[in-house]
């Protein structure tokens, strides 16, 4: 069993950056494949960006690639998303994921076990 609790989110002026944070409670975290998602107002949910277990293999959505950068840190059990030149586009609650089948991380909702409740992202001036 995997709990996720993410945080960092809030209110940003376009252009301006955030990061948002995942706190696993596993102990194995380092055996997780670890993913974002989002969803925006009236919008179904949708893959941000996702990493492996070891941390050497990332993905992203094209959207929002070259902005936003997943990173985790195992010896914390820290997943972590970092997001610059934020557009209003981008508001949305933003989850994070887990899943120890995968070895790396997937675009797919359907293949992860575990999420957070989320953390709201705002981008307005």
């Known amino acids: 069993q995997v709990q996720l609790e993410e945080s960092g989110g809030g209110l940003v002026q376009p252009g301006g950056s955030l990061r948002v944070s995942c706190a696993a409670s596993?102990?194995?975290?380092?055996?997780?494949?670890m993913g974002w998602f989002r969803q925006a107002p009236g919008k179904e949910r949708e893959f941000v960006a996702a990493i492996s277990w070891s941390g050497d293999s990332t993905s992203y959505a094209n959207s929002v690639k070259g902005r936003f950068t997943i990173s985790r840190d195992n010896a914390k059990n820290i997943l972590s998303l970092q997001m610059n030149s934020l557009k209003p586009e981008d508001t949305a609650i933003y989850y994070c994921?887990?899943?120890?089948?995968?070895?790396?991380?997937?675009?797919?909702?359907?293949?992860?076990?575990?999420w957070g409740q989320g953390t709201q992202v705002t981008v307005s001036s």
């Open positions: 596993a102990r194995r975290f380092r055996t997780y494949a």
């Open positions: 994921a887990a899943d120890e089948s995968l070895v790396v991380g997937s675009t797919r909702e359907t293949d992860y076990e575990y």
